[in-house]
């Protein structure tokens, strides 16, 4: 039996499939009305007596993965109208995130601070991102000054949705930061996980509510923080009127703290460790900072798997595949538990402690110790098949080794970059 079988003895999530089988149960409810009109509103408490499920817990979808089947099957989506009804229609909600390149920037906390100590969630990072000049370097037309966060209603906000006329009355909605200067309102959306696409509505209401209100601009604002580093999204409503007019107009990546890693360094921090075998499976899970934010979640309290599909966009494959790469690193052990690398890597003071913990325990298992040191001394990370060949001395076939060299060369990649001036 696997090692996780026990704990986890089914293929999907626990959680989507009660929301799942909730959800057909709402569908087949209503399906006169999505025939005859493409949508339906339903109350909260008609949701929570029919799907036998909170009703929050049935309609909060923050990115695409997170929708039920029943829904994502049908073309559906939904939106709260109020703070008492959802809307259930074919239209989408949807916005991917860029890819960011580039170099990143490093800024300081002021002198002086004494209260800012390790990022450990999404605001603080926020404050400290706002206390070093985040915001007027990213936007400009500053000094930003912290005006508003906090739950609040959205007031009655006109919606147009798949062809048709709405209005939001007096629904609720959360702000994790405003900032306002003489020139702009800035409204900032805040997370500490990464996912491929995010809820449109999570910018668009609070933009609208104030932008229907205000005579200076606003201007939405996606932050995710991870692994010492903060994106920033600046997007613009080209139609205030439009949810799905969204445009990104800038992006760009900070640090709080300067690196001092050079290749030089890596390589003798590669060079200084041993190779250790592992029965954990050579992973396959290509976007390593991924696996970082899991270890980072991991932190905050325990999950299951279930949970890590239902809170963070994961399909129940990809979680196998992170939660199976934080494992073969040993920063996780087999029940989902920070080992005591895992936790030397979350509770490391500083950005660079951080990395070398990360570049340890890759140079820990086999081809990863080559393939590094190979990058670090060379400056150029080998090509997939080399590494591809380098591989299959593992007993694994071509065609998984040509996937797992996928895995190797981004992994790779990603400790290059460390190398990288910022």
Same mark, same amino acid.
């Given at each position: 039996?696997?090692?996780?079988?026990?704990?986890?003895?089914?293929?999907?999530?626990?959680?989507?499939?009660?929301?799942?089988?909730?959800?057909?149960?709402?569908?087949?409810?209503?399906?006169?009305?999505?025939?005859?009109?493409?949508?339906?509103?339903?109350?909260?408490?008609?949701?929570?007596?029919?799907?036998?499920?909170?009703?929050?817990?049935?309609?909060?979808?923050?990115?695409?993965?997170?929708?039920?089947? !029943?829904? #994502?099957?049908?073309? &559906?989506?939904?939106?709260?109208?109020?703070?008492?009804? /959802?809307? @259930?229609?074919?239209?989408? $909600?949807?916005?991917?995130?860029?890819?960011?390149?580039?170099?990143?920037?490093?800024?300081?906390?002021?002198?002086?601070?004494?209260?800012?100590?390790?990022?450990?969630?999404?605001?603080?990072?926020?404050n400290a991102g706002v206390v070093a000049g985040m915001l007027d370097d990213f936007l400009g037309h500053g000094p930003y000054y912290p005006t508003m966060s906090g739950r609040m209603s959205t007031l009655d906000i006109p919606l147009r949705l798949a062809g048709r006329d709405f209005t939001v009355e007096r629904a609720q909605?959360?702000?994790?930061?405003?900032?306002?200067?003489?020139?702009?309102?800035?409204?900032?959306?805040?997370?500490?996980?990464?996912?491929?696409?995010?809820?449109?509505?999570?910018?668009?209401? !609070?933009? #609208?509510?104030?932008? &229907?209100?205000?005579?200076?601009?606003?201007?939405?604002? /996606?932050? @995710?923080?991870?692994?010492? $580093?903060?994106?920033?999204?600046?997007?613009?409503?080209?139609?205030?009127?439009?949810?799905?007019?969204?445009?990104?107009?800038?992006?760009?990546?900070?640090?709080?703290?300067?690196?001092?890693?050079?290749?030089?360094?890596?390589?003798?921090?590669?060079?200084?460790?041993?190779?250790?075998?592992?029965?954990?499976?050579?992973?396959?899970?290509?976007?390593?900072?991924?696996?970082?934010?899991?270890?980072?979640?991991?932190?905050?309290?325990?999950?299951?798997?279930?949970?890590?599909?239902?809170?963070?966009?994961?399909?129940?494959?990809?979680?196998?595949?992170?939660?199976?790469?934080?494992?073969?690193?040993?920063?996780?052990?087999?029940?989902?538990?920070?080992?005591?690398?895992?936790?030397?890597?979350?509770?490391?003071?500083?950005?660079?402690?951080?990395?070398?913990?990360?570049?340890?325990?890759?140079?820990?298992?086999?081809?990863?110790?080559?393939?590094?040191?190979?990058?670090?001394?060379?400056?150029?990370?080998?090509?997939?098949?080399?590494?591809?060949?380098?591989?299959?001395?593992?007993?694994?076939?071509?065609?998984?080794?040509?996937?797992?060299?996928?895995?190797?060369?981004?992994?790779?990649?990603?400790?290059?970059?460390?190398?990288?001036?910022?």
């Amino acid at each position: 039996m696997p090692p996780n079988a026990a704990r986890f003895p089914r293929s999907w999530c626990a959680i989507m499939g009660l929301n799942d089988t909730g959800w057909e149960k709402v569908l087949a409810a209503h399906r006169a009305a999505l025939a005859r009109d493409g949508y339906f509103t339903i109350s909260s408490r008609e949701l929570g007596k029919i799907s036998g499920r909170e009703p929050r817990l049935m309609a909060k979808h923050d990115f695409s993965t997170a929708v039920p089947a !029943p829904l #994502r099957q049908a073309g &559906l989506n939904v939106i709260p109208v109020s703070r008492s009804h /959802y809307l @259930v229609g074919k239209f989408s $909600l949807f916005h991917p995130f860029p890819d960011i390149s580039g170099p990143v920037k490093t800024l300081r906390i002021p002198p002086g601070i004494e209260t800012m100590g390790r990022i450990t969630s999404e605001a603080v990072a926020l404050n400290a991102g706002v206390v070093a000049g985040m915001l007027d370097d990213f936007l400009g037309h500053g000094p930003y000054y912290p005006t508003m966060s906090g739950r609040m209603s959205t007031l009655d906000i006109p919606l147009r949705l798949a062809g048709r006329d709405f209005t939001v009355e007096r629904a609720q909605m959360e702000i994790d930061g405003g900032f306002e200067s003489l020139h702009h309102l800035v409204i900032v959306e805040a997370k500490n996980h990464i996912s491929r696409d995010f809820n449109i509505r999570q910018l668009y209401f !609070p933009f #609208r509510r104030f932008q &229907l209100s205000l005579s200076k601009p606003v201007v939405p604002v /996606y932050m @995710v923080y991870t692994n010492g $580093l903060v994106n920033l999204y600046r997007f613009e409503f080209t139609d205030p009127s439009n949810l799905h007019s969204i445009r990104l107009v800038d992006s760009a990546r900070y640090a709080l703290a300067p690196s001092l890693l050079q290749a030089q360094t890596l390589l003798e921090a590669v060079r200084a460790v041993s190779v250790v075998d592992t029965p954990v499976a050579f992973p396959q899970a290509d976007n390593f900072g991924r696996v970082i934010n899991l270890v980072e979640l991991l932190e905050q309290r325990p999950l299951s798997k279930a949970e890590i599909c239902a809170e963070y966009d994961f399909t129940p494959r990809q979680a196998d595949y992170y939660c199976a790469a934080a494992r073969y690193l040993g920063l996780v052990d087999d029940s989902l538990r920070l080992t005591l690398p895992g936790a030397q890597l979350v509770s490391a003071e500083s950005r660079d402690s951080r990395n070398l913990v990360l570049i340890r325990a890759l140079a820990a298992r086999p081809v990863f110790h080559d393939v590094l040191a190979q990058a670090f001394a060379s400056g150029q990370v080998p090509a997939p098949a080399v590494i591809a060949n380098a591989i299959s001395a593992l007993g694994l076939s071509d065609s998984t080794c040509r996937r797992r060299a996928k895995t190797v060369h981004s992994w790779a990649t990603w400790a290059m970059e460390l190398a990288q001036p910022g």
